[in-house]
């Protein structure tokens, strides 16, 4: 039986408020690291007494998590934060995969075309069952219906947590369905069975390099220097007219001279 992250944490703290922010960061050669944090508020502390204790991370550092907490958090409620080293697109895939419900299908991939890199991603967020969403079918058959569903019934998922998802990704935006704040992507997941669309791609394109500042700088100096090179060349035309003139009002002077002296 399959179960994903968010669901081992919506389990453990049914029917009360859980809040989840996963966060993917990519760097520019497509390594990174995915974070998924889930909060509870203090309503299941007072509630479960023991849940820090009771909350068992095995299979998640079997899989390669690095687990953080349950710490406790300034309102009284408990957070736990796991995460992932990532190496590649098609890691990346994976975890998001492994997470479950609402992440459906959500993939992550990397193309290059000459200079350019293109990083893609896909997939939705919908959570079209509700709670059942969280469990397989095996889970549901073997519990004989929803796990906790009497605790469940009073509440829905969107009075009872939120999945928020957060991408930092190589590049400039090309488009995306995200909110982009300050360069950040971010989403939050709809619960009510709607689907929310992720699809969003940015390109990588190479920077200046010492060989084109080089070249760059080159070109500058050779456009001025051929500008104060023409300028040098106009001014001593200039002169040299100016010049030529005086030596022909000097001679057209002397030749009037050499007359007056002839008559008299």
Known sequence: MRRGLLLAALLALAGCRVDVVVDLTLAEDGTGELVVAATADA???????????????????????????????????????????????????????????PFVDVRLTRTSDGDATTTELSGQLVLENGFDSFADSDLLSAAGGTPFAADLDATTPEQSMSVQLRTTLPGDIEETTGTDVEGVLEWSAPLDGSALDLTTSTVQRPGPTWASILSVTALVLLGAWLVLAGAFLVSVARVRRRRARRRGLDEESARRLEELGERS
């Open 43 to 101: 309503d299941v502390v007072e509630q479960v007494p023991g849940l820090a204790e009771d909350l068992r991370v095995e299979d998640a550092v079997a899989a390669g998590w690095t687990v953080d907490g349950p710490t406790a958090t300034d309102t009284g409620g408990l957070t736990i934060t796991l995460r992932h080293a990532v190496s590649s697109a098609e890691e990346a895939s994976n975890l998001l995969a492994s997470l479950g419900p």
